[in-house]
């Protein structure tokens, strides 16, 4: 039965409201509108598709369902602090990979049911089950990761690679056999328990640091397995969006990777952060000592710079001082003081974290420097102050070939004239390994809660 004209287009403006509502994404300045854009195109398609429900429907099941969701993302939207959007990001995420599950696998079960379980549409639900039931899986592996409900450290076993590789042949061969042998509903049941299975192993092993590409890669599972769902249904507009979210998935990974200066395959399989090194014994590359400071003395050199370059980091989201940083940011520029951030791609825990956290606390987007841009301007900067960065500030990735970030690219903080590190501790980062740039002559360290900090030295500095 071919969709009426009107449904093709709505469809249509649904697809044209995704696509140009990602696009939009790809400026700080227009990611609320972008965002809102999209949001106009899921409304419009979830009308269409009541309306081609039509009367047939039992409204006692679909009703509960929508009113319960809608409300749990509202309260979720107010409820969840900034601090807490990557959980709430792989959740979600993992929430819309489990549901393309569940619509192929009851697909499935009706197509054995009605003997129309044929090899050109159970292709497309084994694909569904497998890729949405990995997103779901590994979707909440990240959540409890991220929400410290199990270590953030990568966890391994003996034998690790091969028993993975070994369940998903078993997959691909079990998979095989459905869609040209026989539509066995337990053997169906077998399919799925092995692909939530092989989706746990697969994030397991991969640690803290990692998990902003892990987020984004799990997000294109999830499109992908959306858009196998829209075979299964002969849905336009879901095949659309799903290889939409896919590919933009895909492309934000790999950018990621080469942000890390590694290959994905790397990040995958290479338990980064497994075990905690320290280059230059702990000591800096000359055996120093770190040299703490206090308020009283960091704001006068804040109040006298010409240009302070703020490296914001997850500390500064666990302390939630980003409103704290724009106040001293502001008092600042009062006194001529140029400002600027500098971003580095994976930075936080999620993509864009540190963007959305300064966005929030009303940062002019100019301001917002990533990694390129920002890097030439830290050899002029009077002050370079980290707020609870650790392995994007590291020296050891340009100057220790035996580190295990080696190689990654950083933003050069340890260039400016001084630098500032706002700390509770010595404790090392997501990555596990100890930074030089701690114990330079030129680095001071202020220890304590990065936003109580932050608001000592914005009053210390409107008093000099």
């Known amino acids: 039965m071919q969709p009426a004209p009107l449904t093709i287009l709505g469809y249509t403006v649904t697809a044209l409201c995704f696509m140009y509502g990602v696009q939009l994404l790809r400026s700080p300045a227009r990611a609320s509108l972008g965002n809102r854009i999209a949001a106009v195109g899921m409304l419009l398609v979830i009308g269409i598709t009541i309306g081609l429900i039509g009367g047939n429907a039992n409204w006692a099941y679909i009703v ?54 044929h090899p050109d549409i159970t292709w497309a639900i084994m694909l569904s089950c497998f890729i949405g039931s ?65 989706g746990v192993l697969f994030v397991v092993p991969i640690g803290g640091a990692d998990m902003p590409v892990i987020i984004s890669l799990l997000n294109s599972f999830t499109g992908l397995a959306a858009a196998m769902t829209g075979f299964v249904l002969s849905n ?8 939409l979210v896919g590919a933009s998935g895909t492309i934000l990974t790999i950018a990621m990777s080469r942000a890390m200066n590694r290959s994905l395959f790397n990040v995958l399989f290479g338990a980064f952060g497994a075990t905690v ?41 666990v302390a939630r001082a980003q409103h704290d940083v724009k106040e001293l940011a ?12 500098a971003i580095h791609p994976v930075a936080g825990r999620m993509p864009g974290h540190m963007n959305v956290l300064l966005a929030a606390a009303n940062v002019p987007y100019p301001q917002l420097k990533e990694m390129d841009a920002v890097n030439p301007d830290f050899p002029r900067a009077d002050v370079a102050m980290v707020i609870g960065a650790n392995d994007v500030v590291n020296p050891a990735a340009r100057n220790e070939a035996g580190s295990p970030i080696y190689g990654m690219p950083i933003l ?14 010595m404790a090392t980062g997501f990555a596990g390994v100890d930074n030089p740039l701690f114990y330079k002559p030129n680095t001071l360290m202020l220890f304590g809660d990065a936003r109580q900090s932050i608001a000592s030295l914005t009053a210390e500095v409107k008093h000099q």
């Open 236 to 243: 336009d507009v879901l095949i659309v969006s799903g290889a």
């Open 412 to 425: 050069n903080a340890d260039e400016a004239k001084t630098v500032v590190v706002l700390k509770r501790s």
């Open 330 to 341: 502001d008092e600042l520029e009062r006194r001529g003081v140029q400002v600027e951030y």
């Open 277 to 317: 090194a320290t280059p230059g014994g702990g000591g800096g590359e000359e055996g120093g000592s770190v040299h703490p400071t206090s308020v009283e003395d960091v704001a006068p050199l804040l109040a006298f710079a010409q240009l302070v370059i703020f490296v914001p980091g997850y500390g500064m989201a």
């Open 64 to 117: 509960p369902p929508i009113v319960i969701g809608a409300a749990l993302g509202a309260v979720s939207a107010r409820a969840v602090r900034m601090t807490a959007m990557p959980q709430m990001v792989a959740l979600f995420n993992g929430m819309g990979g489990g549901s393309a599950a569940l619509i192929a696998a009851q697909d499935f079960r009706t197509a054995v049911a009605n003997g129309t379980a």
């Open 134 to 198: 990995i997103s779901f899986a590994g979707s909440i592996i990240a959540f409890a990761k991220l929400q410290e409900l199990m270590s953030g450290r990568p966890l391994t076993y003996p034998l690790q690679t091969p028993i993975n590789a070994a369940i998903l042949l078993a997959i691909v061969a079990i998979g095989v056999f459905l869609i040209v042998a026989s539509q066995s509903l337990p053997l169906f049941a077998v399919f799925v328990v092995l692909s939530l299975l092989l």
